[in-house]
């Protein structure tokens, strides 16, 4: 699941340009907490050269829409917002931790926030605006722009 996941996210990529730092072949997400590396925790290894780096932020709201737009990724991909991105894949609560593979400002601010953040959970992945993430500040370290 994890890796159909990952292998849609870089079909993504290609249509707006996600991945400008990565090398060729190369994952790279974003963790708040704990950056570790090897293939048991914080650094998942599949085919050569695919590498994950762990980002997990978590949101201080509940029912938080992870969105997509599955008519047009690169229309959602190149300015992330409410109607960009209509399909809801899922939600995020309080609690739920999650990897975030890069950030950039959409054409909708929520709360005073610009940034949107491109989410992976088990089991969905999509936009959510930034402002929901439990971080102080509205650019997240260390991770990546889109």
């Given at each position: 699941m994890r890796r159909t996941?990952?292998?849609g996210l870089m079909a993504s990529a290609a249509l707006f340009a996600m991945a400008p730092s990565a090398g060729a072949?190369?994952?790279?997400?974003?963790?708040?907490?704990?950056?570790?590396?090897?293939?048991?925790?914080?650094?998942?290894r599949g085919n050569e050269g695919?590498?994950?780096i762990?980002?997990?932020?978590?949101?201080?709201?509940?029912?938080?829409?992870?969105?997509?737009?599955?008519?047009?990724?690169t229309t959602c991909g190149m300015?992330?917002?409410?109607?960009?991105?209509?399909?809801?894949?899922?939600?995020?609560?309080?609690?739920?931790?999650?990897?975030?593979w890069c950030q950039?400002?959409?054409s909708q601010t929520v709360g005073g926030n610009p940034y949107w953040v491109y989410i992976?959970?088990?089991?969905?992945?999509?936009?959510?605006?930034?402002?929901?993430?439990?971080?102080p500040d509205n650019v997240l370290p260390d991770t990546r722009f889109c």
């Open positions: 996941i990952l292998a072949g190369q994952l790279e997400t974003a963790s708040a907490t704990t950056v570790t590396s090897g293939p048991q925790a914080g650094s998942a695919d590498v994950s762990k980002r997990n932020f978590g949101t201080w709201a509940t029912n938080v829409n992870v969105r997509h737009n599955d008519a047009s990724l300015s992330p917002s409410t109607t960009n991105c209509p399909n809801i894949r899922g939600q995020v609560n309080r609690g739920d931790s999650f990897e975030v950039k400002i959409g992976i959970t088990p089991n969905f992945d999509g936009w959510m605006a930034s402002y929901y993430i439990d971080y």
